[in-house]
């Protein structure tokens, strides 16, 4: 029985390996295949976990890093843990979604300046078309 639970805990730890290495990693370098909405939800997903990746990756790198991932029954072995390189991987992409961000966020705030200029000119049009109207009904309302 403890052999079973060996085996299962080490099956465990490849799993979450591979998970963080193959779905998190690599579908983030690669999502430009992707449809954008679909990039959109995993660019949120990933800055919203990647805390959460980084301290496991710092568990799990203590414990696992170097060593045989996992020997299946028929005692072929399937690679090392490595999880100095997902948190390498990780860092990258957290990089390059910030770099992003940043020479995005100039962009939008000046889309919202040149919209807030809009909507003052027209906020302007409007209150200069509204006191001509107030002086010409002033000027009718007046006797001569």
């Given at each position: 029985?403890?052999?079973?639970d060996?085996?299962?805990k080490?099956?465990?730890?490849?799993?979450?390996?591979e998970?963080l290495?193959v779905?998190v990693?690599?579908?983030?370098e690669e999502?430009?295949k992707?449809p954008?909405?679909?990039?959109s939800?995993?660019?949120?997903?990933?800055?919203?976990?990647?805390?959460?990746?980084?301290?496991r990756?710092?568990?799990k790198?203590?414990?696992?890093?170097?060593?045989?991932?996992?020997?299946?029954?028929?005692?072929?072995?399937?690679?090392?843990?490595?999880?100095?390189q997902?948190?390498?991987?990780?860092l990258e992409?957290?990089?390059?979604?910030?770099?992003?961000?940043r020479?995005?966020q100039p962009?939008?705030?000046?889309?919202q300046t040149?919209?807030?200029m809009k909507q003052?000119?027209?906020?302007?049009?409007?209150?200069?078309?509204?006191?001509e109207?107030q002086?010409a009904?002033?000027?009718?309302?007046?006797p001569?």
């Open positions: 029985m403890v052999k079973n060996d085996h299962r080490q099956y465990n730890e490849f799993i979450y390996h998970t290495r779905a990693c690599q579908m983030m999502k430009e992707l954008t909405g679909l990039q939800k995993m660019e949120t997903m990933f800055l919203k976990k990647f805390d959460f990746y980084m301290r990756i710092k568990e790198a203590k414990k696992h890093d170097g060593k045989d991932m996992m020997v299946n029954v028929y005692g072929q072995r399937h690679g090392h843990f490595n999880y100095k997902i948190r390498t991987k990780l992409i957290k990089h390059k979604l910030d770099q992003r961000k020479e995005e962009a939008s705030e000046m889309d040149e919209a807030g003052l000119t027209i906020e302007d049009e409007e209150a200069t078309d509204v006191k109207e002086m009904d002033n000027k009718e309302a007046t001569r």
